[in-house]
């Protein structure tokens, strides 16, 4: 059970960075070569598309999955689990915490100056967060 487990997660992990890694070497600078009222609409496009069945089951499943191994690697004494549970579960805050209420403001007030730096800050954190994740529970 515990390498289906893991695997489980350094998957959804591996996943959700690949989704991050595309918006930071492609969406975004994408974005920043348009004009801000552009960018903003392309943008709130983009978030409520992403919300949906598929990304919304990788997106929590894979943060109950790294709770799960967080859990099982502190009942086994296994820090190198605990460590990659808890990466992954770091960039699942991130978002949470950083560019989910980002994505919200953008929607309210299309403030492209205030959003577009902050949320690639988050996005590049949370992204290595889930490449951590991942060499964590590889190892």
Not at 1 to 18: E, F, S, W, Y
Not at 41 to 59: A, D, E, H, Q
Not at 82 to 87: H, N, R, S, T
Not at 93 to 101: E, F, L, R, Y
């Amino acid at each position: 059970m515990t390498g289906v487990l893991d695997g489980a997660a350094l998957t959804g992990a591996g996943l959700l960075g690949g989704v991050y890694l595309a918006f930071s070497v492609a969406v975004l600078p994408a974005l920043r070569r348009r004009p801000a009222a552009e960018a903003v609409t392309v943008m709130r496009g983009v978030n409520r598309v992403i919300v949906n069945p598929v990304f919304g089951t990788l997106f929590a499943g894979t943060a109950l999955l790294a709770g799960a191994v967080t859990v099982a690697g502190a009942l086994g004494g296994q820090p190198l689990r605990i460590a990659g549970g808890v990466a992954v579960l770091a960039g699942f805050a991130v978002t949470a915490a950083v560019n989910i209420p980002l994505n919200n403001a953008l929607e309210r007030d299309g403030d492209w100056a205030a959003f577009a730096p902050r949320w690639s800050v988050a996005n590049h954190l949370r992204g290595a967060f889930s490449a951590l994740g991942v060499v964590l529970l590889l190892l």
